[in-house]
């Protein structure tokens, strides 16, 4: 499973979420931190959309790193750690930004099964 995962500040737009998309090319499935989940500029996203709860990513390894992201999330990029706990596999194009978007892929065999559905 191909995932992207995309970090982005409260002030990211559409184009700049479609331009993140259409930059990172063909996946399966987006994954967002949940505190986005319901961001205006993810409204016209085709993908499904999988909400990551900030506290997976605590002490998830990323190939980049920022400062901010670490002391407040716990990880070194949120693009990526995003991607890799929704694709359970690793990164194949590190931390990218597009204006207040940052998106990263991954690909690995993707999200566990929940014997519940």
Known sequence: MRVIGMGLTSA?????VAAALAAAG???LLAIPALR?????????????RAIPEGAVAGIATPTQS??????????SMAEAVALVAS???????????GAVTWA???GPGPEEDATQ
Do not use: K, M, N, Y
């Not at 400062?67 to 070194?76: D, M, T």
């Not at 359970?88 to 597009?98: K, L």
């Open 37 to 49: 989940a319901g961001h205006p500029a993810l409204r016209d996203v085709a993908l499904p959309c």
């Open 26 to 28: 063909r996946a399966d």
């Open 67 to 76: 400062a901010r992201i670490l002391a407040r999330f716990g990880c070194g």
């Open 88 to 98: 359970r596999g690793r990164i194949i194009t590190p931390r990218q930004s597009h």
């Open 105 to 107: 892929v991954a690909e």
């Open 12 to 16: 990211a737009t559409g184009a700049e």
